[in-house]
């Protein structure tokens, strides 16, 4: 089970956390509500592995906001504070924009989280022609990092196959 500091998130986010429902939600300046969800998963590398899920509740417009990101980033450096496991992405398939989702995400991290602390790999294929997205973070202090590297990167390959 994750546990993580709502106290410690609301002392960096830009939005407001509260815990809801064995997850996380925040709603931005303009009303849109944000859900932010934690799933345990298979081990990658015998590390204990945690999907990261956020959703928008509202299905209004969402106007460019740096804010939403950085809110996110507040969250997984908390996950990670919290627990030294590795975190795997998968992006949502639902409406065919699965690609702009990982670059999206993959921008967000790289932009706003603490420099040089993680190792982001990501890794995409075409499963019965549904782009399929995912990416791990794990610290680069984990002990298990190189088992870790090395568990993703040989099981991304076998989705190309």
Known sequence: MICLSVELINQQSPYE??????GLVFSTE??????????EEFAIGECDTY???FSKLT???????????????????EFF???HNVLLYICDTSDNRE?????????????FAERGAYEFRSANSSIEGEGFYAAIIVERSN???????????KSAKELTK
Not at 63 to 68: A, N, T
């Open 143 to 153: 002990p298990k990092l190189q088992a870790v590297l090395e568990d993703f990167d």
């Open 17 to 22: 956390v509260h815990s809801l429902g064995g």
């Open 30 to 39: 303009s009303g849109v509500e944000y859900s932010v969800h934690f799933t």
């Open 81 to 83: 504070r919290a627990n």
């Open 59 to 77: 299905k209004d417009h969402v106007p460019f906001d740096l804010k939403i990101s950085q809110t996110l980033i507040v969250i997984i450096e």
């Open 99 to 111: 690609a702009s989702r990982n670059r999206l995400f993959a921008n967000w991290f790289r932009r």
């Open 51 to 53: 999907q990261f899920m």
